[in-house]
């Protein structure tokens, strides 16, 4: 589910003597000493509660002697959890926080103004390949919809197009046409649960709808493709979200 592993960023404005980073990421010391070495690290940055973006955070944040901040309280040391639209000022940059839950309840997004114009981490609401879990009942569809229309609306309203820094995959160069793609996908899952509902009665199991929509998918990830289904059946049913 990490695709490659997960992305750290290490942030700082040009010519900045300390770092932001954001999601130190699973508790493996190799990586969480290579992060400390980037320099004096002022703050750290939790996009979600999610292990492999947590699991080494507190050892890192205590490594480095930064606070650490999330939405979640339950991931902030020593400073008050983030809140939505609010800047954070610190290793010479302003970053507006975007929460935007969906992915889980407590996902955030980072909006970072740098040299080039503004950038967005997305943590795991979008990412570089593929498409994002709804963690049911964590997470949730509704308000996942209206996180990617936020970041779409965001997206627009700049003047260039917003490259998107994702948690896990590669770079993408422009955050509204990931989002429309995001929609467009959800939409055609959507339908293709709605009909599913059709043809089996609209109080259908979760596991069956699964098996008539992702027939096709590996046992691997049927799991997954359970939880999406639960996910999208608690929306259609109007249960979260
Ligand atoms: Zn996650």
Redesign the pocket.
């Known amino acids: 589910?990490t695709l490659d592993g997960t992305n750290s960023y290490v942030l700082r404005a040009p010519g900045a003597a300390n770092a932001i980073v954001v999601d130190p990421g699973p508790d493996d010391a190799g990586h969480l000493a290579r992060l400390a070495s980037a320099g004096p690290v002022e703050l750290v940055l939790i996009?979600?509660?999610?292990a492999?973006?947590v699991a080494g955070a507190a050892a890192f944040a205590e490594l480095v002697g930064a606070p650490m901040r999330a939405v979640d309280p339950e991931y902030c040391a020593g400073a008050a959890p983030l809140v939505d639209g609010e800047t954070i000022r610190a290793a010479g940059l302003a970053l507006e926080v975007l929460h935007t839950p969906g992915?889980?309840a407590d996902?955030a997004c980072f909006l970072v103004q740098g040299e080039e114009g503004p950038a967005v981490l997305t943590?795991?609401t979008i990412l570089g390949r593929g498409t994002?879990?709804i963690?049911d009942p964590d997470g949730a569809l509704g308000p996942y919809l209206d996180s990617l229309a936020r970041l779409r609306a965001l997206a627009l309203a700049a003047d260039a197009p917003v490259p998107v820094l994702p948690?896990h995959g590669a770079v993408l160069p422009d955050l509204a046409a990931i989002c429309d793609a995001y929609l467009a996908h959800r939409a055609e899952r959507l339908e293709q649960v709605r009909s599913a509902l059709a043809e089996l009665g609209s109080g259908a199991s979760a596991e069956a709808v699964t098996d008539l929509v992702y027939a096709d998918t590996d046992a691997s990830v049927r799991q997954a493709a359970e939880a999406s289904v639960r996910a999208q059946l608690a929306y259609l049913r109007g249960e979260r979200g």
Do not use: L, Q, R
């Open positions: 589910m996009t979600h509660h999610h492999d973006h992915h889980t996902s943590g795991d994002t879990i963690a948690a």
